[in-house]
C-alpha cells in the first residue's frame, strides 16, 4: 500500500517550484495561483483516497462549482464593475486557494486520526 503523504509532498514541491520560477520569470501574466488549481485537486483527491481509503473531492468541486455560479449570478446583476472575466479569473485562483485550505484541513485531520 502506498503511504498516503507522499501526494501532499508531491504537490508541495509543485508548488514550491512553481513559484520560485514565477519569481523569476515574472515577464509573463499567470500568477502562480493560476497554475496550482488543477494539480493541487487532483493531488487532494488522490490524498484523500490513500488516506482514508475514498475520496470526496469531486462531489466538493462539484459544491463549489454551485456556489461559484450562484456568486456569478449575484455578481454580475448586482454590481457593473464586475465583468465575467475578471469574476472566473479571481475564482480560479480562489479555487487554488480553496484547494490548499483543504489539504492543510486534510493533513491535520489524518495526522490527528493517526
Same mark, same amino acid.
Given at each position: 500500500m502506498t503511504n *498516503? *503523504? *507522499?501526494w501532499p509532498i508531491g504537490v508541495l514541491l509543485f508548488d514550491v517550484g512553481c513559484f520560485i520560477i514565477n519569481k523569476f520569470l515574472n515577464k509573463n501574466r499567470l500568477n502562480i495561483l493560476d497554475i496550482i488549481v488543477i494539480p493541487n485537486w487532483i493531488g487532494l483527491h488522490y490524498? &484523500? @483516497?490513500?488516506?482514508f481509503g475514498l475520496s470526496y473531492i469531486w462531489w466538493l468541486l462539484l459544491a463549489w462549482l454551485i456556489v461559484g455560479l450562484l456568486l456569478a449570478g449575484w455578481l454580475m446583476s448586482n454590481t457593473k464593475r464586475w465583468r465575467w472575466q475578471k469574476f472566473w479569473r479571481n475564482y480560479w485562483r480562489l479555487? @487554488? !486557494?480553496v484547494a490548499v485550505l483543504l489539504f492543510i484541513f486534510? %493533513? %491535520?485531520i489524518k !495526522? %490527528? &486520526?493517526g
Open positions: *498516503w *503523504w *507522499w490524498t &484523500m @483516497g490513500y488516506a479555487s @487554488g !486557494l486534510l %493533513i %491535520i !495526522l %490527528i &486520526m
